[in-house]
Structures are given as structure tokens and as C-alpha cells.
């Protein structure tokens, strides 16, 4: 029994070194384990050396799925190369990450690593829906970036969880608090894993949100180089969007918490019960579509496109997700979830939430773009942000552009991404 133990442990060790190996030699021609077909005893070998030396797949396991982001939008439209990746978060979440770099810019000649975090209610594949011209994902690649591309528990890029089921409300049980400790370390932590170098980080709305609140309590700082926040959001007491007003004078979080209901979606038949109640009380033409119901008016998106958007977006988030945003506006604070003081008491150890204290993030090279008609990130919150920071941050606000725009916007390729590279750049 030894010598067959013995044997064993062998065989794993030089199928470990033989994958080992194979990343080093051929990172960018990148070693697929998720969806090859393996048969008998190499199967049950390979998933035995999971399990025994599962630090060498942890947030570095690679799959092919078809109907990945890459697949979908990137590898079909140009010269690019994606790659998709899973980040396996510490409460057993995973997360997709993908991977793209121009073929005139490979990795190993690139300027280094930028990494790119959605909002809320919208996936990874923001940075790509638009054509490489003016989607910020493949303008990057251009310039001759190494991009990385993030995606938050449960939206349509990631990869579920390890153990929990989409029908499990455990699974639901996340807000910021969780994309701030676990999702964004574990992607920033596989990222640097591969590429050993420190991470320009672009974040967007609650991509933004969920860096500070990461930053302010001493993780992922060792990856970041610069900073750049797109739409930031931290503080969201002045938001005028007809979501926010659902939320914060309709309490729409807390009816959906008394009726059980978990997972927010508006393609489900509850999440359209809920996007008439908004509309419906705010009288605003968020009726006309999801954009202006999420983001309120944007100047400058191309609606010939519509039926393109309203094909990926919106993804779905916790109604936790939302409450706890909720809490935020409704209280003009910047902290953890508040779980009532009893709760509070057992978890944090006093009977209000702690506040994110912005103060504690140590100075960053960080650039700011907002927009004045932005009904999210109002520019009474977005001030207010920056000046709770110890950071001498660079600031731009663009006279008319709305929450969507930096994302999704025709012209945001010349009005905003150019400075984006500007600053990394200088």
C-alpha cells in the first residue's frame, strides 16, 4: 500500500511540474484543464492532484467555455487574443476573468498590466461591447496594454460557486462587503500571480465603490500602480437616478427582503413587477428602457445599438447588493452592511456598521473623471469623496456626460479614454 501511495504522490508531482511547466514555456498559448475531455484513470488523477496540491490551480484555472466573454465578443472581431480565467474567492465563489492584449502588443512586450471593474448591474463585457474603436477594453489593447478584465460574483461571466447552488439563498448572501474582502484580491491576486508586475486598476461606478472599500482596509494596495475611477462612486446620498429613488424613498430593498426574494433580475417577472413600481412612482421615462431606469439621462449613447445592450445587460445582483447601497444613500455614510445592532454587535463588535474610513487609503496616483449630468455619481458625492481622501488626485469633469456614457458612449473614446492613457502614461 506504501509503494502504491508512493507511486501515486509521483505520478501527481510530474503531472503538477509537467503543467508548471507548460505556463511558463507558453503563457500565452495557455494550458486549457476546464472543458478538455479527459478519460479514465487521467481524469481521476488530475482531480485527485486538485485536491492534494490545489494551491497551483487556486484563481489560476483556465477554461474554454463557448459562451465565455471571449468567445462571445473579443476573438471574432479583430487581432486579439482572450483568455479566460477563473479566481477562486475565499467563501468559494468563482469568479471569471479574462485576458486580452493586441497581437501587434503581446504580453511580453506590453506596457504592463491595466485591469478593468464593471458597475452594478452590468458584467465585464462593458469594456467590449462597443467596437474596438471605442471600447475602452480593445482601445487598451491597442495602446499596447496587458488587459485584464474582472467580473463580480454571480453576473453572466463568472463561473458560479464551488459548492452553492443558484437556488440556495447562501448564494445570494453578499454585498459590497463581500466584493471588497473577497472577489477584488482574489482577481487583483491572480492577475499578479501571472503577470508579477503592479496593476494599473480602472474602475467604474460600484467598480470604483468596491476598490476603495478594499483600499481603505489595507488590501490589494501592494498590486495597484495607478488609479483611474470612472463614474466613482463612494458616497450615493445625492443620486437622482430612478433606481436610487426606488430604493432610498420607495424602499424597494426592503420590500423585496420581506417577500424572500434574493436575486434581483429585471428579466425575471418580480424584477419587472419592481421596474414598473420605480417608474411608475418616479415618473420618469425610465419606461423607455433599462438605461434610463439604472442611470437616469445620458447625452450621448448610440441607441442604433440597443438591441445589442439590452442582449447583455442588465445582469443580475443580490438584493443584499442593493439594501445595502440603499443603506448607504439613505444614511449618507460610506460603511459595512448594517445588520440591525444585535448583529452588528456579534459581527463587528459594536452595534453600528463601521464606516470605510477613506482616510486610512495611503496616497495613490489616482485620476477622477465624473460627469455633470451624471444622475449616480452626483457631483456633491463625487467632491465629497475626494476630499475625504489623503490621495492628490486628478480630476476632470465632462460638462455632459451621464452615468452610461463612460462605458458605453460613442465618443467616450476621445473625450475620456484618451486622458485615461494620457495619465498612465505620464
Known sequence: ??????????????????????????????????GRRLEGRTYLLVAFSWMVCGAWTRGQLITNRSDGLCESLVTGRGDYSCVEYVATTGDGFLLGVQRISSTRHP??????????????????????????????????ADAGYDVWIGNTRTTR??????????????????????????????????????????????????????????FSQGRALTYIN?????????FVDHGSAPLELGLFDLHVDQILQAAHVNEFSTKTSMGTQVVDLICGQTNRRCYQSWIFLFAGDNCCLNFSKRELLEKYETQVTSVKNLAHLAQQGRRSNFAHFDYGSA???????????????????PPLNMLFISGLRDALADQIDVTRLIMSLRS???SYVDPSFGHLDFILADSANSRVYDQVINFLET
Do not use: C
Request: hydrophobic residues 40%; positive net charge.
Open 226 to 234: 495607478k488609479v483611474v475611477m470612472l463614474a466613482p462612486v463612494a
Open 107 to 140: 504580453p511580453p512586450t506590453s506596457k504592463g498590466p491595466v485591469f478593468l471593474m464593471h458597475g452594478l448591474l452590468v458584467g465585464g463585457d462593458v469594456w467590449v461591447l462597443n467596437t474596438p474603436s471605442e471600447a475602452l477594453g480593445f482601445i487598451m
Open 343 to 361: 448583529e452588528n454587535l456579534r459581527r463587528y463588535g459594536r452595534p453600528v456598521p463601521p464606516p470605510y474610513s477613506l482616510s486610512e487609503i
Open 392 to 394: 492628490n488626485v486628478h
Open 157 to 214: 461571466y463568472s463561473m458560479g460557486h464551488s459548492t452553492l447552488r443558484h437556488t440556495d439563498s447562501a448564494y445570494w448572501d453578499w454585498s459590497l462587503d463581500e466584493m471588497a474582502e473577497q472577489d477584488l484580491p482574489a482577481m487583483l491576486d491572480l492577475v499578479y500571480s501571472i503577470t508579477h508586475e503592479r496593476i494599473h486598476y480602472i474602475g467604474y461606478s460600484q467598480g470604483s465603490q468596491q476598490a476603495l472599500a478594499a
Open 1 to 34: 500500500m506504501k509503494k502504491l501511495f508512493k507511486l501515486l504522490i509521483s505520478i501527481i508531482t510530474r503531472i503538477k511540474i509537467h503543467i508548471l511547466e507548460a505556463q511558463r514555456k507558453q503563457e500565452t498559448k495557455l494550458y486549457r484543464i476546464m
